[in-house]
């Protein structure tokens, strides 16, 4: 056996659904294989072919947390995700790679036939919800709308249509979900994909296992462009 493989193994963190489905091209493209599903296993710590990486499947909003505390050495999380933990406290995080996965953008949303541009006009006090609290907030201060926000943690689209709130900020990609529920996007706050997040200790400590992960991610990233 290789020293390599009697060390502990590296951890990378990502979230079950789109992170994990798209992050498996890029560890193909690494020489990486995952036999297990996350959707169908129940287990939270999937083995690799590579005995030097195992994953570890957490909540999508959690994954900058476990690898801040170094609990995973990296992990895959959107920037969405990253701005909202970074209000907390991002301290220990190293970002060195936009993957380019799981593409789409934060939006202002409301029900066709609300007149939104006439209701900033107006100056009119808007009950906002959504899950994006610290994005929705900087980006209406600087349009200077006032706003009250709501906090949800999912179903957005739902909101205006009960009368809880007059807009949402939600994420949008094909616009299936806004169309089906009536809504229309009025404003694009930022572009938003994923990207590589890494421990800064694990960097140090552990940069020989580490450093050419983060490069084969970086160069199989770069050919799907
Ligand atoms: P949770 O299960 O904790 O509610 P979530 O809904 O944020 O998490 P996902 O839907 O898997 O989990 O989203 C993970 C990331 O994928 C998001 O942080 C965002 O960056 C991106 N994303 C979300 N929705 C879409 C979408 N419709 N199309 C493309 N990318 C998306
Ligand atoms: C996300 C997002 C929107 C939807 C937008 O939900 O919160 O609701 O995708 O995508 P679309 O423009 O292609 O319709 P997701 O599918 O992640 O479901 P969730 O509510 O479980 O997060
Ligand atoms: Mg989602």
Redesign the pocket.
């Given at each position: 056996m290789s020293p390599a493989a009697l060390e502990k193994p590296l951890t990378l963190a990502l979230s079950k659904?789109?992170i994990f489905d798209e992050t498996l091209p890029l560890l193909a493209a690494a020489g990486i294989q995952v036999s297990e599903n996350p959707e169908s296993s129940r287990k939270l710590i999937l083995p690799t072919s590579d005995p030097g990486l195992q994953l570890i499947i957490v909540r999508?909003s959690d994954v900058p947390t476990y690898v801040q505390y170094g609990a995973a050495d990296f992990g895959i999380a959107g920037k969405d995700v990253l701005f909202e933990h970074a209000a907390g406290n991002a301290g220990g995080l190293y970002q060195p790679i936009d993957l380019n996965i799981a593409r789409?953008r934060l939006c202002v949303a409301v029900r066709e036939g609300f007149d939104y541009q006439a209701a900033v006009a107006q100056g009119s006090r808007l009950r906002v919800a959504t899950?994006y609290v610290r994005a929705a907030r900087e980006h209406f201060a600087r349009k200077g709308v006032y706003v009250d926000l709501i906090k949800l943690y999912?179903?957005?689209?739902l909101a205006p249509l009960v009368g809880l709130a007059d807009a949402i900020v939600?994420?949008?990609?094909?616009?299936?979900?806004?169309?089906?529920n009536h809504l229309v996007a009025v404003e694009d706050i930022v572009d938003i994909s994923s990207r590589l997040i890494v421990n800064q200790a694990s960097l140090k400590t552990r940069a020989k296992q580490l450093q050419p992960l983060i490069d084969a991610f970086g160069r199989a990233s770069a050919a799907e462009d």
């Open positions: 659904g789109r999508a789409c899950k999912g179903s957005m689209e939600d994420l949008v990609s094909t616009g299936n979900t806004l169309k089906a």
